[in-house]
């Protein structure tokens, strides 16, 4: 064992130092220590890969992308305790950060890909008033913590993919997770912590994969997709909407939740799902898919709404698009407002 750890002590020093003799004879086009001499500061574009480090990066003390500088990544991060972002950070191979590894406090900036994975080794956050965008990558948090302080918001770029999976995210702005216009976000496994502000979902397209909870004391997520906007629960999926939660559907057209067959559930436990009368202006129809209902449960569309406003459950055409509901032993269901069951061939 002993001479196993030598071995590996001395490869990881050899990696090192043949980065180090790397980033000297490369200091002339861009890259530079601060005056600890442990950080990397990136003031204008520059790649690493193998070619240029052996495609191993242990940065002691953290990564610097100044602003109108890029970085693009093809290799290993470890030990980066710090990274900030004025400008872009880029990967074409997936990316490991160590545990220890934060994003600087005092920036936001955009870490993009071509579908590869950022891999999170501990617990990670946004600082409030910061702005992080993402576009064509994988999140996977390990069973880890993302976190969105304050005002700190995570948006995915203009007509790309990202997927957050395996994780816990904790949201505390109301705008906290969103796209911009034409974007697709996916949360695969993912368990959302809505803070004191709510929730709300505006652009884009949101697709719930595997199993998706939205948990908020009394608090509301609102879903209120703009143009092409929608969301999807796949296949074999589930989205739980969680004790007490409240969930709003505020799309002004009523085909905007969608569900792909019948393993696509939707599971409203102890919860309460709303359709705004004032907003949804065509109510909220649900097909395919398989409603629960469980504990205390409110199916909320306002006591003086009228019929065109109603949840309804099928569309009445197709028998393809018959929902299934199942309404557990101990459910209380409490219906404000209209709601139709509408299989195809009801009277």
């Known amino acids: 064992?002993?001479?196993?750890?030598?071995?590996?002590?001395?490869?990881?020093?050899?990696?090192?130092?043949?980065?180090?003799?790397?980033?000297?004879?490369?200091?002339?086009?861009?890259?530079?220590?601060?005056?600890s001499g442990n950080a990397i500061h990136f003031n204008q574009q520059m790649t690493l890969g193998p070619d240029t480090y052996a495609g191993f990066y242990w940065f002691k003390n953290g990564i610097v992308v100044n602003d109108n500088a890029t970085l693009g990544i093809n290799g290993f991060i470890g030990g980066a305790s710090s990274i900030a972002l004025d400008k872009v950070l880029t990967f074409t191979r997936d990316l490991y950060f160590a545990s220890d590894a934060t994003l600087d406090p005092n920036t936001g900036g955009i870490i993009s890909s071509n579908g590869k994975t950022l891999f999170l080794?501990?617990?990670?956050?946004?600082?409030?008033?910061?702005?992080?965008?993402?576009?064509?990558?994988?999140?996977?948090?390990?069973?880890?913590?993302?976190?969105?302080?304050?005002?700190?918001?995570?948006?995915?770029?203009?007509?790309?993919?990202?997927?957050?999976?395996?994780?816990?995210?904790?949201?505390?702005?109301?705008?906290?997770?969103?796209?911009y216009y034409n974007g697709d976000l996916t949360l695969n496994n993912v368990l959302i912590n809505i803070g004191d502000s709510g929730y709300?979902?505006?652009?884009?397209?949101?697709?719930?994969?595997?199993?998706?909870?939205i948990n908020g004391d009394n608090q509301t997520m609102n879903f209120d997709p703009h143009d092409s906007g929608y969301m999807n629960i796949y296949p074999n999926s589930v989205l739980n909407i969680g004790l007490t939660t409240i969930f709003a559907y505020k799309a002004t057209q009523n085909n905007k939740f969608r569900m792909t067959d019948a393993t696509s559930w939707l599971y409203v436990n102890g919860a309460t799902l709303e359709v705004d009368p004032g907003e949804a202006l065509s109510g909220l129809t649900l097909i395919k898919g398989t409603l629960i209902l469980d504990n205390k449960v409110t199916m909320n569309n306002d006591v003086n709404a009228d019929a065109n406003k109603a949840i309804k459950l099928g569309d009445g055409a197709s028998a393809d698009n018959?929902?299934?509901?199942?309404?557990?032993?101990?459910?209380?269901?409490?219906?404000?407002?209209?709601?139709?069951?509408?299989p195809a061939g009801a009277v």
């Open 200 to 213: 709300t979902f505006t652009s884009g397209r949101l697709h719930i994969q595997n199993d998706v909870s």
């Open 322 to 342: 018959d929902m299934n509901v199942l309404v557990l032993s101990g459910a209380q269901v409490e219906v404000k407002g209209y709601l139709h069951w509408n």
């Open 121 to 179: 080794g501990g617990d990670f956050s946004i600082a409030t008033g910061k702005t992080l965008k993402a576009g064509n990558l994988i999140i996977n948090g390990q069973g880890h913590k993302l976190s969105l302080l304050g005002s700190a918001k995570l948006l995915v770029d203009s007509s790309v993919s990202v997927t957050l999976q395996n994780m816990i995210l904790d949201i505390d702005d109301v705008y906290g997770l969103d796209c």
């Open 1 to 35: 064992m002993g001479n196993f750890s030598n071995k590996k002590r001395i490869f990881r020093l050899a990696m090192a130092f043949f980065a180090m003799a790397g980033l000297a004879s490369e200091r002339a086009w861009g890259a530079d220590y601060d005056s």
